[in-house]
């Protein structure tokens, strides 16, 4: 897999993300706020972005801990947490897009993934001055 085959989805409000397809494997995950609903394939390069992150397990299950962290005030995603310290709202406002994961091997997948994330991170870095808001390690 060669990082022209990064595509992630289309933008999809948080409260909607159980539509987006690939929901249940491994991938990278773009969290985003928007006034306005974005049309079109997510770019991750988007100044909108707020957190950028990963799972080599299932998008679904790591959103709902996101999800327990940012709006509930409960431990398991430390992203979560820095986005309630940071926006303390409950995500009127908030979008998700994914990039899953499918057909490699595990143990390449996760080096991969793992890959995708932090190069994400630092080219929004080069881009804006510093990682999303929420990103913090």
Request: hydrophobic share 35%.
């Amino acid at each position: 897999m060669e990082d022209s085959e990064i595509i992630f989805s289309h933008w999809t409000r948080w409260t909607e993300r159980t539509l987006l397809k690939g929901i249940h494997s491994p991938g990278v995950y773009l969290l985003a706020h928007f006034d306005v609903e974005p049309a079109g394939q997510a770019n991750p390069r988007a100044k909108q972005i707020v957190y950028i992150g990963e799972t080599c397990k299932n998008l679904m299950r790591r959103w709902r801990q996101f999800n327990r962290s940012a709006f509930e005030g409960k431990f398991g995603h430390s992203g979560g947490r820095t986005y309630r310290r940071v926006f303390d709202d409950q995500g009127d406002n908030l979008y998700v897009a994914a990039f899953a994961v499918e057909g490699l091997d595990e143990q390449i997948r996760s080096l991969f993934i793992r890959y995708v994330e932090r190069k994400l991170i630092w080219d929004f870095a080069r881009n804006w001055g510093a990682a999303p808001r929420c990103n913090r390690k």
